[in-house]
């Protein structure tokens, strides 16, 4: 049995055990993923295995700290994971630790800062280990951060999903320009959210 398995055995496999109700959004997410696996690949296969690790360790955090946001508690797992899969030095492991400490960091400066600021916080601290600050990536990186500021944490009582819209808008025009296609089916999901009518319509 290889450590992988051990250490999904040592957690249980507690896959179901909080009621549906319960569950958050990222722990049903990973629930259905682990369902889609087992249906296409069987139970015995890595994927699968690793999923039921995933989720396993989902719930244990959950249990743990039931209020900690959804971003660090799925850094935090992927963090498990890879622990169990690479050696201490690995630049992946080293990079999911500095997402964490990033997000923990920024957590404790606010503690109502949402979850999507602290994945961008996180996602942006990866970017420069990797790339440097002076990369595309970094850019857009930054433009996201700066822009779920301005949206999630401004004033208004728009709905949080026009918000996000506006980000993706944001991020997107600074990478692609007003022209690309991308930006325009973003900027028409915008106006549809902002006018009341179903995204869907706007394609």
Not at 43 to 69: C, G, I, M, Y
Not at 97 to 102: D, G, N, V
Not at 125 to 137: A, E, F, I, K
Request: charged share 30%; with cysteine; proline share 5%.
């Amino acid at each position: 049995m290889n450590l992988i398995c051990r250490l999904a055995f040592s957690l249980g496999l507690l896959v179901g055990c909080l009621r549906a109700a319960e569950l958050p959004a990222d722990i049903a997410a990973a629930q259905t993923e682990l369902t889609r696996l087992q249906a296409r690949y069987g139970q015995n296969h890595q994927r699968v295995t690793d999923q039921q690790l995933r989720v396993a360790e989902l719930e244990r955090l959950f249990r743990k700290s039931p209020d900690e946001p959804a971003a660090i508690r799925t850094t935090r797992a992927e963090l498990t994971m890879l622990r169990a899969r690479v050696a201490p030095n690995h630049p992946r492991l080293q990079e999911q630790e500095a997402r964490l400490s990033k997000m923990e960091e920024k957590l404790v400066a606010d503690p109502t800062m949402p979850s999507e600021l602290l994945a961008a916080w996180g996602d942006l601290t990866v970017v420069y280990l990797r790339y440097g600050d002076r990369n595309s990536r970094a850019t857009a990186a930054r433009v996201r951060v700066h822009a779920l500021e301005r949206q999630l944490l401004g004033p208004g009582d728009e709905s949080r999903e026009l918000r996000l819209a506006r980000v993706d808008l944001e991020v997107l025009t600074a990478r692609y320009g007003s022209a690309h296609p991308k930006v325009i089916a973003a900027q028409k999901k915008v106006t549809a959210l902002s006018e009341g009518t179903s995204p869907d319509s706007a394609k």
